[in-house]
């Protein structure tokens, strides 16, 4: 399969990676960095520097690399020059923030001599790394005399626990570089999918006058797993699905499907938008957290382990009996166009597929002269297989009675561009390269969703009962179809089949 074009520029910059030989780098970020070097959208002298408490050298780095993300079958055999230039651009430097709060403390003078003679290349600081250590390393990096004015820091998920943590993440950030230079990366906006429903909505006329509740019925948004948590209980414990997924993930692709048309395509407009449909949303407070929203845990079933039952390295603890694996919830946004339609979200672990999407459901016809109809409905497929659906009727072909039957107009990425679907962290870093924010969230959206998400949590962690049990490889809780059946309507399962 041939590189993608080429479409603008290659980006020089010395990319500073805070946790590059951990999970994330690995498996998203070297692999996508890979492929923009293969596509010539890195510049030569593009340097990516892993920072980490491994103390390796840079063979023993290029080593891992070579083997760890080679191994995965990520890198071409027809490409052994291309992988070999590649290995040439990283580098690593052994660094503890924990270790001291002075520029000389745990490695940072070696950092500060690699990037040396380069203050006027673009420098970005990718934390790849826990919350907590986000305003610490800022600060030590500052000390340092590393942060330019050509530098620019990317946030990894989950920004803070709650909106406290997320505002005191926010400050101590803040105080080292200016908003513009500060990317707070949710990769769901990077995928093809997504940047397609901007322009499914904004570059084709059809659709505008019927996205709205006169006809639309209602909107499912889904991020479905069927893994669990081997190994990952300790982290799970204390993130639940709730912060894991629904305040980040699902709450933009609800800002993106219910946001008003911006005034132009440019580095703010969009995201002023995606901040006004979260301002709108109907809080859920009180009593209305138990109508609104369902937390389940999975439990044991043939073949697979319940949640308490997964392999960690230490026992369950009362956090592990209370936190959620799946979660629900009714969600409305007060305005004018969106006025009455519910948006249900729903995310879950050890479901019967791993599937993310968006669905669209119309209403039905105001009179229909033939029997057996259903209503229309968009689904926009994330993962796996991206791709748009328009679900229509269509009359069966033969004689007699017209007999009606649903079929999908279908647009599969991979099959009309017949190219290679980048990975949503290609897109993202090539524009955290390019210095353009759209796609990255801004301070008052992330606050925004977290003081929606709040009382949610707060209300889910004063209860004294465990999370309602659901078998794993199920589509749930019961509860999770009681919350659509209550107004007549189902989840569609078949989606997810």
Known sequence: ???????????????????????????????????????????PETRVIALSRGGLTDADFRGKVDAEVRGAGTVPAGD?????????????????????????????????????????????????????????????????????PRSRVVLEKP???????????????????????????????????VQNLLVLRFANAFLEPIWNSLWIDHVQITAAETVGTPGRRGYYDHAGALRDMVQNHLLQLLCLVAMEPPSRNDRESIRDEKVKVLQSLRPITGSEVDR?????????????????????????????????????????????????????????????SRRSEIVV??????????????????????????????????????????ALRPVPLSLSFAQTF??????????????VMAGNPTLFMRRDEVEAAWQWIDPILSTWESYGTPPEPYPAG??????AHELLARSGRAWHEEELA
């Open 361 to 402: 459901q119309f209403k039905d016809v105001p009179h229909s002269i033939f029997a057996g109809g259903t209503p229309n409905r968009l689904v926009l497929r994330l993962q796996p297989s991206e791709g748009i659906h328009l679900h229509i009727m269509a009359k069966e072909p033969g004689a007699g009675e017209v």
């Open 80 to 148: 052994p020059e291309g992988w070999r230039r590649f290995l040439l651009r990283l580098h690593h430097v052994s660094l503890d923030v924990t270790g001291g709060d002075g520029p000389e403390a745990a490695g940072w003078s070696a950092v500060r001599e690699l990037l040396a003679g380069q203050e006027e290349r673009d420098r970005i600081f990718y934390l790849a790394s826990p919350p907590m250590t986000f305003g610490p390393f800022c600060r030590q990096a500052h000390r340092a005399g590393l942060v330019t």
């Open 292 to 352: 609104f929203t369902v937390r389940g845990q999975y439990s044991a079933a043939p073949g697979m382990p319940g949640y308490l039952d997964e392999p960690a390295s230490t026992p369950p603890t009362e956090l592990s009996h209370r936190v959620e694996t799946f979660a629900a919830i009714r969600a409305e946004v007060k305005n004018w166009r969106w006025a009455g339609v519910p948006f249900y979200l729903r995310t879950g672990k050890r479901l019967p």
């Open 418 to 431: 017949a190219s290679r679907v980048p990975d949503a962290y290609e897109r993202l870093l090539m524009d």
């Open 1 to 43: 399969m041939s590189p993608l074009p080429s479409t603008a520029a290659p980006h020089s910059a010395d990319l500073i990676v805070f946790g590059g030989t951990g999970d994330l780098s690995m498996r998203k970020l070297l692999p996508a960095l890979y492929h923009a070097d293969r596509d010539g959208r890195l510049a």
């Open 474 to 479: 199920s589509y749930g809780p019961p509860s």
């Open 159 to 193: 920004l803070g626990r709650d909106l406290a943590s997320a505002q005191g993440i926010n400050d101590e950030v803040g105080e080292i570089f200016e908003e513009s230079q500060i990317f707070r990366i949710d990769h769901y906006l990077g995928k093809e999918t």
